[in-house]
């Protein structure tokens, strides 16, 4: 695979799991609050369980970045993932999707969906793009362009993305007149 996909692919992975750790360490005691609403481990664990997902999300963020520990980012990343959409897939399972998803800045409230779900298996992809071999061909100034563009649409793409499924239960609740 040509470096330049799994380059910038790895870099938006390392600034997405980056940028919610630290999103998540500002407001600790709300992802806590939040990881309790999923009642998937006891309470009493929770405060724990919420600075052990940060310092992970992190030490990923960090290890992609490394291009000897990429791979081992990579499968922690890959591993966050699917734990994250196990949780989400259990509750709407349980019916419960009122609750917050605790995987965006809690400035705005992102209720349990599919569309969530859908997500979370799209950037598990990225991840296994990203994790994929790369040629050993040297990147050029117009690859580090590219890769440096990418980066930056990816990232205006997952905010709009992200702002739209944080929007979507409003809309439906004012579509449905309720």
Do not use: K
């Given at each position: 695979m040509d470096p330049v996909i799994t380059v910038s692919t790895?870099?938006?992975m390392s600034v997405l799991f980056g940028v919610a750790a630290v999103h998540k360490l500002q407001?600790?005691?709300?992802?806590?609050?939040a990881m309790d609403e999923y009642q998937l481990i006891p309470r009493s664990l929770s405060g724990i369980a919420a600075v052990f997902v940060v310092t992970v999300?992190?030490?990923?963020?960090l290890l992609v970045?490394?291009?000897?520990a990429r791979a081992a980012g990579l499968m922690v990343m890959a591993g966050l993932l699917f734990v994250?959409?196990?949780g989400i897939s259990i509750n709407l399972l349980r019916g419960r999707r009122d609750i917050d998803c605790g995987c965006s800045s809690f400035s705005s409230r992102h209720e349990l969906s599919g569309w969530?779900?859908?997500?979370n298996l799209l950037l598990l992809g990225l991840v296994l793009l990203a994790w994929g071999p790369a040629s050993d061909r040297p990147l050029n100034w117009l690859d580090l362009l590219l890769i440096a563009f990418g980066v930056l649409i990816t990232g205006g793409l997952y905010l709009s993305?992200?702002?739209?499924l944080a929007q979507a239960p409003r809309i439906a609740r004012l579509r449905s007149g309720t």
């Open positions: 790895s870099i938006c407001s600790l005691a709300i992802f806590r609050s999300e992190l030490l990923a963020a970045l490394i291009p000897g994250y959409t196990a969530l779900v859908l997500r993305m992200n702002q739209l």
